[in-house]
């Protein structure tokens, strides 16, 4: 059996047996298991469900970090409101699991990751310094990045840079680097009102704040992913608010908002505030807002440029623009470490799988998986032989 066909028969276990954050054992037991199986200095149970690897190379150099996550989608709650077509992707290797499934894509990000981690361990001695590979829980809930650097070992491997790979809608055979530009921070806030108030209306006033919207579809989903590389429309989305509200007991409104570029945030924050006063409520924000993933342009125009002379320029694709409707826990690590998350094409329109992450029918080509796995371990080495880049 070929490797492509290994990691694709990886990937299916998962996806046939998907853990929510915080339950990821079964996950972390498969991938532990190959690491170990190929040589790497493992440790589990980093932060939770958390695994990390290093592979020591063959010469003294900086260490470089990549990083995969592994928890599955709660997908009676967490999974973007489009309509459904009832057809069925993963016949064969559907979730067991009643309400859970790999929505996001994160069994690829697993699988891809042992991937790259087990060719970069076949062939050690083409690797200088130190790589890391970080195999990370609870990422939907954007708790699992914290809870492993909360234990102190990704700091002390002191990695030079971060790297990942995240599905996109791009087609299968290309990458996305998005220099400079990512996913928006996260802030939540409640507004409590007086008796009497009506708590629809503000949520109505406050969702008025964003300048984006939701797609309602995978089709326009997808247009608004490809709007990333034209420069036209990009430049038209250098700044961006999302701004979700919904009515609680109290009477009151809950609010979700996500700023690009997270500066603007204190702003829009004052203006929930004041809409929030002009009713006779109150506003009360959490204590910090999750940050924004910035991606380093240095990092990024560098991976991007290495890609496309390793693999041919329409392979890599840019992006001029943040994604404006997601989060990502990736960005604390880049907090430690400059980095960047690069988008993995998994989209085929010929057969229909329409690779957008968290809708109800996501799907993704399997051929990505030897795609991510044949682009990254050229790209790491070479980053590890090469001096630091300007962030």
Do not use: K
Not at 20 to 30: D, F, I, P
Not at 190 to 207: C, K, T
Not at 313 to 322: D, H, I
Not at 344 to 366: M, Q, T, Y
Request: net charge negative; aromatic share 6%; with cysteine.
């Amino acid at each position: 059996m070929s490797l492509d066909e290994e990691l694709t028969a990886l990937r299916r276990e998962i996806h046939r047996r998907p853990e929510l954050a915080g339950e990821e054992r079964e996950t972390a037991g498969l991938v532990a298991e190959q690491l170990r199986a190929a040589g790497l200095e493992v440790t589990t149970g980093v932060g939770g469900h958390g695994v990390v690897a290093v592979l020591d190379g063959s010469a003294e150099g900086p260490t470089i970090a990549y990083r995969a996550d592994m928890d599955a989608v709660d997908a009676t709650r967490n999974v973007l409101p489009f309509p459904r077509t009832g057809r069925v992707y993963d016949e064969g290797f559907a979730s067991t699991v009643p309400g859970v499934a790999h929505l996001c894509g994160h069994d690829l990000h697993t699988a891809i990751g042992v991937g790259i981690a087990r060719t970069l361990a076949a062939s050690s001695e083409r690797v200088r310094g130190r790589l890391v590979f970080v195999f990370q829980p609870a990422e939907e809930p954007l708790q699992g990045a914290r809870a492993m650097l909360d234990t102190g070992l990704v700091q002390r491997l002191a990695p030079r840079e971060f790297y990942a790979l995240h599905t996109s809608p791009f087609p299968t055979g290309t990458i996305a680097v998005s220099p400079g530009h990512g996913l928006p921070g996260l802030d939540q806030l409640r507004i409590l009102l007086p008796e009497g108030q009506d708590a629809a209306a503000l949520a109505a006033e406050v969702e008025a704040l964003g300048t984006v919207h939701f797609p309602q579809n995978v089709t326009e989903y997808h247009a608004g992913f490809h709007a990333l590389l034209d420069p036209e429309a990009a430049a038209a989305r250098q700044e961006s608010v999302s701004a979700t509200a919904w009515t609680e007991p109290g009477p009151a409104v809950g609010v979700l908002l996500r700023v690009w570029p997270q500066e603007h945030l204190p702003a829009v924050r004052a203006q929930a505030a004041r809409i929030a006063a002009a009713a006779g409520g109150r506003a009360e924000f959490q204590d910090a807002p999750f940050p924004a993933l910035v991606n380093s342009p240095g990092l990024s125009t560098a991976a991007g440029d290495y890609l496309s002379t390793a693999m041919g320029p329409e392979s890599v694709l840019w992006a001029r623009a943040s994604w404006p409707y997601n989060c990502e826990d990736f960005a604390l690590f880049t907090h430690e470490a400059p980095g960047t998350q690069l988008y993995l094409g998994v989209a085929n329109a010929d057969a229909g799988i329409d690779g957008a992450p968290h809708s109800p029918e996501f799907a993704a080509d399997e051929r990505a998986i030897g795609h991510g796995v044949r682009a990254i371990p050229d790209l790491l080495p070479h980053r590890v032989t090469t001096r630091p880049t300007a962030h």
